[in-house]
């Protein structure tokens, strides 16, 4: 190995995610300059806080699954039971959980890919978006607040759940589980997903939708009455309604087509463009159809969510592709935690504070915590050896070595809090239980057992 390895505590782990979230903040050529004591760098953080060889060691280690699973993962190469997310499923499943479970949408929601940037291996090249090279992500955001709830990674169509419909329809199906989401939304969608078969049926579901579409797509009229002349100009619009779908076309600069099951055609709405007339560039008001209107103003929720990961990404360069979702994890959590900040605010203003955290300064409390927070743990005394069949009812950690060191705690899950784990257990009981500077079910526990 390159780096000498010790045991995992959670002290260490807690400072070396703090100082990935500083990474995001402060950015420097090659990441050995963060330790270095010499203008112009002389950075106090994180060169005070854990030896640089022992945060290379961390990072080197660093693994997302269970290498022996993983092992055994391998020898189905090539056959229908080979999973090509197991180095990041278990990671990857915990994420999308607690986003779908710390949030619920408002009623404009959004779907459109993110591509996260990277060199590895299993990388699709897309010549549309900005990001060329990387991991193609199907997302689900809400359009208001940008806050991301739920994300697939492409795996590629032929391993994509089949509907029977194609990768479009399975996808939009696929990020809208209905049993937990629920019904009553109004769903937006570019052309790659729009389609008639999957409008219809949302909408019996009771889910809205509106999107651009593809004129070439199955169910759209093919009749030309309504189609626009071919000198249009702008502002011009036809439409005909087939059911409840609308299907509208308009002429800006180019034609646009958009269906929704939930808009009027017209109602009288304008918009501002340069018109040419007699020479002269003049601003004028031109009409707009009702679903293009709020299609382009709610269309980019996985947009923002995308500029605010950004900001501050933890990325860095690396060949170990499921090291690159680390970092996109990383980057989901944190700026949804960012965004439900600010939400929690509006609900509950703090009266010191005349407005919410700035997005830096969110990130720069974030990691102040988690030292503070490390810290304390450091400042506990060691628990004594399990070993012992008179032990007291003391905590202590669960072996480093144990392939599940975090199970759920006994309280919480007595409570219905079901998916709150804990590393730490009761040495005389053999009880999970949650025992941090915000959270103590250990003691607790046991005041309710007297």
């Given at each position: 190995m390159k780096f000498?390895w010790?045991?995992l505590?959670m002290k260490?782990?807690?400072?070396?995610l703090?100082?990935i979230i500083?990474?995001?903040?402060?950015s420097?050529?090659?990441r050995?300059?963060y330790w270095?004591?010499?203008?112009?760098?002389?950075?106090?953080?994180?060169?005070?806080?854990?030896?640089?060889?022992?945060?290379?060691?961390?990072?080197?280690s660093l693994?997302l699954?269970?290498?022996?699973?993983?092992e055994?993962?391998?020898?189905?190469?090539n056959?229908?039971?080979?999973?090509?997310?197991f180095?990041?499923?278990?990671l990857?499943?915990e994420i999308?959980n607690?986003c779908?479970a710390?949030?619920?949408p408002?009623?404009?929601?959004s779907i459109?890919e993110?591509?996260v940037?990277?060199?590895?291996?299993m990388k699709?090249y897309?010549?549309d978006q900005p990001?060329?090279?990387?991991?193609k992500?199907?997302?689900?955001?809400?359009v208001?607040?940008?806050?991301?709830?739920?994300?697939?990674?492409?795996v590629?169509e032929?391993?994509?759940p089949?509907?029977?419909r194609?990768?479009?329809?399975?996808?939009?199906m696929d990020l809208?589980?209905?049993?937990?989401l629920?019904?009553?939304y109004?769903?937006?969608?570019d052309?790659h997903?729009?389609?008639?078969a999957?409008?219809?049926?949302l909408?019996?579901k009771?889910?809205?939708?509106c999107?651009t579409?593809r004129?070439?797509?199955?169910g759209?009229?093919k009749?030309r009455?309504n189609d626009?002349p071919?000198k249009?100009?702008?502002g011009?619009?036809r439409?005909i309604?087939?059911?409840?779908l609308?299907f509208v076309?308009w002429?800006?600069t180019?034609e646009?087509?958009?269906?929704s099951?939930?808009?009027?055609a017209?109602?009288?709405?304008?918009?501002?463009?340069k018109?040419?007339?007699a020479?002269v560039?003049e601003?004028k008001?031109?009409?707009?159809p009702?679903?293009i209107?709020d299609?382009?103003?709610?269309?980019g929720?996985v947009?923002?969510?995308h500029?605010?990961?950004?900001?501050y990404?933890?990325?860095h360069?690396?060949m170990?592709?499921?090291k690159t979702?680390?970092y996109?994890?990383?980057?989901i959590?944190?700026a949804?935690?960012y965004?439900?900040h600010?939400?929690?605010w509006?609900l509950?203003?703090?009266p010191?504070?005349?407005?919410t955290?700035t997005?830096k300064?969110f990130?720069?409390q974030?990691?102040?915590e988690?030292?503070?927070?490390a810290g304390?743990?450091a400042?506990?005394p060691?628990?004594?050896?399990?070993?012992?069949?008179?032990?007291?009812?003391?905590?202590?950690?669960?072996?480093?070595?144990?392939s599940q060191?975090?199970k759920?705690c006994k309280r919480?899950?007595g409570a219905g809090?079901t998916?709150?784990k804990?590393s730490?257990?009761?040495?005389?009981?053999?009880?999970p239980?949650c025992?941090?500077?915000?959270?103590?079910?250990?003691r607790q526990?046991?005041e309710?057992?007297?």
């Open positions: 000498q010790d045991v505590t260490d782990f807690y400072t070396f703090a100082i500083f990474t995001g903040l402060v420097v050529h090659h050995s300059d270095r004591k010499t203008w112009p760098y002389s950075f106090q953080f994180p060169g005070d806080s854990m030896n640089r060889n022992r945060f290379e060691a961390i990072l080197w693994h699954s269970d290498p022996k699973e993983d055994e993962n391998e020898k189905k190469w056959t229908a039971e080979y999973d090509r997310l180095k990041i499923k278990p990857y499943t999308v607690a779908k710390n949030f619920q408002y009623r404009n929601i459109d993110r591509m940037q990277s060199k590895a291996c699709p897309n010549k990001t060329k090279w990387g991991y992500l199907f997302v689900l955001a809400d208001s607040i940008g806050y991301t709830w739920n994300f697939h990674v492409y590629g032929s391993e994509s089949s509907t029977g194609g990768l479009s329809y399975s996808t939009v809208l589980p209905l049993p937990l629920g019904s009553g109004l769903l937006y969608t052309s997903y729009s389609s008639p999957l409008f219809t049926d909408l019996k009771n889910i809205g939708c999107g579409i004129t070439q797509r199955i759209i009229p009749t009455v626009l071919k249009a100009e702008r011009d619009m439409w309604r087939r059911g409840d609308l076309k002429m800006d180019r646009v087509t958009v269906c099951t939930v808009h009027k017209y109602s009288g709405q304008t918009v501002q463009r018109l040419k007339a020479g560039w601003s008001s031109i009409p707009v009702d679903a209107v299609y382009n103003r709610s269309m929720g947009d923002l969510s500029a605010l990961i950004g900001f990404s933890v990325r360069k690396t170990r592709w499921y979702f680390f996109h994890f990383v980057d959590a944190v949804n935690s965004l439900l600010k939400e929690l509006k509950r203003p703090d010191t504070q005349t407005k955290l997005h300064f990130r720069e974030l990691a102040k988690m030292l503070e927070f304390g743990l400042a506990r060691p628990a004594p050896s399990p070993s012992s069949s008179s032990a007291a009812c003391l905590p202590a950690f669960f072996e480093s070595t144990d060191a975090r759920h919480c899950t809090l998916r709150v804990t730490i257990y009761c040495l005389k009981c053999k009880v239980l025992f941090t500077s915000k959270k103590n079910c250990f526990w046991h309710e057992l007297s």
